[in-house]
């Protein structure tokens, strides 16, 4: 497709269960963003790589989130031990290069019970 | 406080009104980001500038450096305007993260 793929588009999970959030940016987009989005806030950053090297993780709320990026395309974000508190939309975004305007995909709400 | 404000954070219009939504940040920036987030939750970026005015149809964006302001600008508002208007800053550096406001809801009303 032509823009910013992610999925799945809903996620429902228990507590305590493991979450792989998937991203497919622009093809030829070196930069790729996390991002988490509760609900009536702006988006929050999480992490960013440039090509496959994690350049920025210090959104990242703690060590239970993870992300990799490892051929420089496909992104996954990983939380693991999921906790209620974690429940928000997540998006990605890709770009040309850093200091580009960035394209949101339409994002993962994840919904811990 | 977030670095990034907003105002107002609710606005709502008729159609065929001239809208201005305000952004301000508190210290320099690499560039500023107008976005555009739609009912059904997709963001879409409006404009991309690090100084001066940018203008796309009818939407104006400005920015003054100096002052650490920024507006959004929409003529002839109409009901399909409405959405969430967010700005959001990069501040430079290694990073090229942005920071969000919480953005302004728009109505425009028929």
């Known amino acids: 497709g032509a823009g910013v793929s992610q999925s799945p588009r809903y996620k429902v999970t228990k507590r305590g269960q493991d979450v792989a959030l998937r991203c497919d940016p622009i093809s030829g987009h070196v930069s790729l963003y996390w991002y988490r989005q509760a609900l009536g806030q702006g988006p929050e950053f999480l992490t960013y790589?440039?090509?496959?090297?994690?350049?920025?993780k210090s959104g990242l709320p703690n060590d239970r989130f993870s992300a990799e990026r490892p051929e420089g395309s496909i992104s996954t974000l990983t939380i693991q031990r999921t906790e209620q508190r974690d429940s928000a939309m997540y998006r990605c975004?890709?770009?040309?290069?850093?200091?580009?305007?960035?394209?949101f995909g339409d994002g993962t709400r994840l919904s811990i019970l | 406080k977030n670095e990034v404000e907003q105002s107002p954070q609710n606005l709502t219009a008729q159609e065929g009104e001239f809208i201005t939504i305000n952004c301000s940040y508190s210290?320099?920036?690499?560039?500023l980001h107008w976005l555009q987030q739609h009912p059904g939750g997709g963001i879409v970026s409006l404009f991309m500038l690090s100084s001066g005015k940018k203008k796309h149809g009818r939407l104006i964006a400005t920015i003054n450096i100096q002052e650490k302001h920024s507006s959004l600008h929409i003529t002839a508002s109409h009901p399909r305007d409405s959405a969430v208007y967010i700005c959001a800053v990069d501040y430079g550096g290694a990073t090229n993260k942005l920071i969000f406001g919480t953005g302004t809801l728009l109505a425009v009303q028929p």
């Open positions: 210290v320099g920036i690499s560039a």
């Open positions: 790589f440039n090509y496959e090297a994690q350049q920025d």
């Open positions: 975004a890709s770009s040309l290069r850093g200091r580009q305007p960035q394209h």
